[in-house]
């Protein structure tokens, strides 16, 4: 059948409009609107003391300035803690423009309206805000230190205290061969989409109604957060998500200060108003991820299998908690990684720092707890002598033991069952991909030329598709054009053209006529948002079951008109047949339009359904009891739990010694997401996933002084991968379907970043046998580190070295 | 017009404009607010991103890094005038434009602009009938940031639109 297309490298809808210059990104949108702009805190933690616009009100083409005092009602309040958790013991949250304190350099202060953005950030410049400077805390060993504290009230720093453990860790440890205590550290990045945040707000005041454009990853929920805010009713408030250039994470936070200020002057001022986000303001007044200090404990035998695994992580949280602390449990549950453990206690400490707040970067946590485990990994096989990989396949969950109950409660309050895979399969492949049997060959030939050369691996679980749920809703028009819709928004991720596959695929209709809108509250209210690579397992799944719903009410309509039997008919090519015998057939559009009786022939189709174009059954009304009119179906889909992907990762780095440049020859990929709807996608995205993980590992870090003043907040100096950064990358694939859901599928979005660290930092540390214990590394810090005497060496390179003497 | 305007004329993508802009206006945001034309993207404002790259007189240029007043008698070429009219009312896309769907070198689309005007530029002016290497590709497309891809299908996009026109 030419419709199945599930499965099908199908070239992307959304490119035409996106390699022709016609996307409509936010700051595309409103070409009138007015344009607001922020005064920002320059400090890190003061108090505010006066405000004074008085300069500013010259400025011509001024129209607002607002500040706290013209909030009002729940705008006036803090603004929401997202995720609420009974672990979070202190949350903060800021306000939507600072409320006499602030706590990060960003912060927003004052909001200005102005006829166009030069003029607004002029009269931003003319504003003074005098503050009072209190102590900084910067890092999460200050934090934890508390000499001072971010918030008065909370004099240890600790918003949460997050515990999970599955045993008694300090019998099991104390029993344990051998055991082992390191320290390590992981810096901030941040998603750094090239797009930054924006809200455009058009106010309709005989209608009493908003339509808010904004760029983000929930826009269901950002709807409701408006209208809760500017108490508004629901269905007065219209969001949706136009093109957005890309998010990571950042933009599922949700409603940022921008979402509700840009809106509430809009409201005021009965003009359209718009925000685009500024590079700096992206870097300072949006969010980062993954600063942890790791202290872990490991237990284990001569044979290199743990016994008993104890972690404590110390995690910087940043200035406020409004995603609560989702972070610090998709590390302390992914940890686990694809390894049996037998006891596992994780505390993770969530502090409060002077800095911007952390919430998910894509990987939201996975990238420091696989970092964790894989080091230790490393750790155990340096120090029994042993082959890191062989080290890995002696604790690896097998194949046989699905599904897998770690005893852990995941982010979605869920516990971490593993649905299937395949761990021992992955690292069988991963070995042949990337020649981990050559590497001492490698190593030998690089030295020959000057250089070391080390490899390393890592591996990972990634639980993806969290619940509650995603709907979706597919009609078929009597043009024969069949509308998809689905809550969750798309940055970049192809959904249009996935989902467009699946419903192809299910229904049986050319995917030309297919046509999907993502993230629009006008055509689906309910939704909860794209993060967790959940959006082709939930929504994917919900536009599966509701084209077969359609597809059954098709066969239904067309078994009456065909007089067959539903179960002997077919729909290929958007025709209606019955099997096996052609040419009884009825076009898929016919369905459509007599799926809705009708009084008024609008057009010519709609002729066929006229109430005296076709003789009923007296004794039925036209639309059957329980049934509703027009082909069209809603469902949803609303998993027991996670699916969890998985993979493994290799890095072969090779270092000159002269320059100790980090070189990345070479990077190998396993990837196991289930069945895949769109492969072409799929692997862009590990793609994309592997140069973030080669950044995070090599080049990005947020380079905050002890004042909290961020010195890297621009391209020129924050330094994300360009092309010459990235290496080449190698795939290959296993597929176990999740049992988990109709389509067998698990998420594949955040899959490629999850490794990158600690495969690399493995890579290096084998290269130059010195103790990585902080990533990422540059050149300058890797030079540091091995002319300074006091730095550990590793027992492998001592090994090397006797074997190299003998 | 305020003596902080001035009037300027500019061939973009073929057509004589005219607009009036403050003097201090990017030409990235005259290009976009002044003449609507939003295909060009702003991703840093500082010239390192490279997304708002257009053809100003024949080179590759950011527009962020330039006022809209230096354009003046000048002719650009951005996004939208990459694609050719097929006098049918149908556009035939540039080869760069076809090489980056079939070989899936744009996620979230907001670079690509950027990436497409430069590397148009990159094989207008080279002589296609000499193989292009990996490092002439990592030269062409090493100025521009890419959040999405990891640059693998941009390359491969590149070699892919070399091919296409070296056949044409």
Not at chain 1, 657 to 682: F, L, Q, R, S
């Amino acid at each position: 059948m030419t419709t199945k297309l599930f499965g099908e490298p199908v070239r992307r809808r959304e490119d035409q409009r996106l390699i022709t210059g016609k996307g409509r990104y936010l700051d595309d949108i409103g070409h009138t609107a007015l344009a607001a702009a922020f005064v920002r805190s320059p400090h890190a933690h003061a108090r505010i003391t006066d405000i004074d616009v008085d300069e500013a009100l010259d400025v011509e083409g001024l129209v607002a300035i607002y500040t706290y005092e013209d909030l009002t009602g729940p705008m006036a309040e803090p603004l929401p803690v997202l995720i609420p958790h009974p672990q979070l013991h202190a949350p903060r949250t800021g306000f939507p423009l600072a409320n006499g304190e602030v706590n990060h350099v960003g912060e927003p202060v004052v909001m200005v309206v102005a006829t166009d953005r030069y003029v607004a950030e002029d009269a931003c410049d003319r504003i003074v805000v005098s503050y009072e400077e209190l102590p900084v805390v910067v890092g999460v060993d200050a934090a934890r230190a508390a000499e001072h504290a971010v918030h008065e009230e909370i004099p240890d720093n600790v918003a949460a205290r997050h515990h999970q453990e599955t045993g008694d860790v300090e019998p099991a440890l104390a029993a344990a061969p051998r055991t082992l205590s390191f320290t390590q550290y992981i810096e901030r990045s941040a998603c750094m989409p090239m797009e930054g945040k924006g809200v455009h707000a058009k106010w309709d005041a005989d209608d009493s109604s908003l339509r808010v454009y904004t760029s983000t990853q929930a826009s269901t929920s950002v709807r409701a957060a408006i209208a809760a805010k500017l108490k508004l009713s629901l269905d007065k408030v219209e969001v949706i998500a136009p093109d957005v250039g890309g998010g990571f994470g950042v933009k599922i936070v949700h409603p940022w200060p921008e979402e509700l200020l840009v809106p509430l002057a809009a409201i005021n001022l009965g003009r359209e108003v718009k925000w685009a986000e500024d590079r700096r303001e992206h870097f300072i007044g949006s969010a980062h991820e993954r600063q942890q200090r790791q202290e872990i404990t490991v237990g284990y035998d001569d044979d290199g299998r743990i016994t008993a695994l104890d972690v404590h992580i110390w995690h910087d949280n940043g200035a406020y908690t409004p995603y609560g602390i989702i972070v610090p449990i998709v590390t302390a549950t992914q940890l686990v990684g694809p390894y049996a453990l037998p006891v596992y206690r994780v505390v993770v400490e969530s502090v409060f720092t002077n800095t911007v707040i952390v919430t998910p970067y894509r990987g939201a946590g996975r990238p420091q707890g696989c970092y964790a485990m894989e080091r230790t990994m490393d750790r155990i096989a340096d120090d029994l002598g042993l082959d890191r990989a062989v080290v890995r396949e002696r604790n690896l969950i097998q194949a046989d033991q699905f599904p897998y109950d770690h005893r852990l409660t995941f982010q979605d309050g869920r516990p971490v069952i593993y649905d299937s895979g395949d761990y021992p399969g992955l690292l069988d492949k991963l070995r042949t991909l990337v020649g981990w049997s050559e590497a001492e060959h490698l190593r030998a030939d690089a030295a020959e030329r000057g250089k070391l050369l080390g490899v390393g691996m890592a591996l990972y679980v990634e639980g993806t598709g969290p619940g509650p749920y995603e709907g979706g809703h597919v009609q078929v028009l009597g043009s024969g054009k069949v509308l998809v819709s689905t809550g969750l928004t798309s940055q970049g991720q192809g959904h249009e053209t996935a989902f467009a596959q699946i419903v192809a695929s299910e229904l049986g209709v050319p995917i030309e006529d297919v046509e999907v809108t993502t993230g629009d509250t006008r055509r689906f209210g309910y939704a909860v948002g794209t993060f967790a690579s959940r959006a082709a397992v939930m929504s994917g799944n919900a536009i599966a079951l509701a084209a077969r719903g359609v597809r059954e009410k098709a066969l239904r309509i067309a078994a009456d008109v065909l007089e067959a039997a539903p179960e002997d008919l077919e729909i290929d090519a958007g025709l209606v047949q019955v099997k096996g015998v052609p040419g009884t057939s009825i076009p898929l559009r016919t369905v459509a339009v007599l799926s809705n009786p009708l009084r008024y022939a609008f057009d010519e189709a709609a002729k066929q359904a006229t109430q005296f174009a076709k003789a009923g059954d007296d004794d039925k009304p036209p639309v059957a009891v329980g049934d509703a009119p027009g082909l069209e179906h809603r469902d949803y889909y609303s998993p027991i739990r996670s699916t969890f992907a998985s993979g493994a990762h290799a890095a072969i780095v090779e270092i000159d010694p002269a320059t100790w440049e980090i070189d990345v020859v070479k990077y190998a990929v396993v990837h196991d997401c289930g069945n895949v709807v769109n492969p072409m996608i799929v692997e862009g995205q590990v793609h994309g996933g592997v140069a973030q993980g080669v950044g995070g590992a090599l080049y990005e870090r947020m380079a905050y002084d002890a004042d909290g003043q961020l010195q890297n907040a621009s391209f020129m100096d924050f330094l994300m991968p360009y092309a010459s950064e990235v290496p080449n990358i190698d795939i290959d694939h296993q597929q176990t379907p999740s049992p988990l859901n109709p389509l067998g599928i698990k998420g594949a979005g955040e899959a490629g970043v999850i490794p990158g660290t600690a495969a690399i930092a493995s890579a290096i540390e084998d290269a130059v046998g010195r103790r990585i214990a902080s990533m990422p590394i540059s050149p300058t810090e890797l030079y540091d580190l091995v002319r300074d005497p006091s730095s550990e060496r590793t027992a492998t390179a001592a090994r090397r070295e006797a074997g190299a003497m003998a | 017009m305020t003596d902080t305007e001035r009037t300027i004329t500019v061939t973009v993508n073929g057509v004589p404009r005219e607009a009036t802009v403050p003097v201090r206006r990017l030409l990235s945001d005259a290009l976009r607010h002044d003449l609507g034309l939003t295909g060009t993207h702003v991703g840093c404002e500082h010239g390192v991103c490279g997304a708002c790259t257009v053809i100003v007189d024949g080179d590759p240029v950011r527009s962020c890094l330039m006022l809209a007043v230096q354009v003046d008698g000048s002719e650009v070429r951005t996004v939208e005038g990459l694609a050719r009219e097929d006098h049918q009312g149908g556009q035939v896309l540039h080869p760069v434009q076809e090489a980056f769907r079939e070989c899936h070198a744009l996620q979230c689309g907001f670079c690509t602009p950027g990436f497409l005007m430069t590397i148009a530029a990159g094989l207008e002016e080279r002589d296609n009938s000499v193989e292009l290497t990996e490092e002439d590709v990592d030269d062409m497309v090493g100025g521009n940031l890419c959040r999405c891809t990891g640059y693998a299908n941009i390359k491969k996009a590149v070699h892919h639109a070399a091919a296409a026109m070296r056949d044409a």
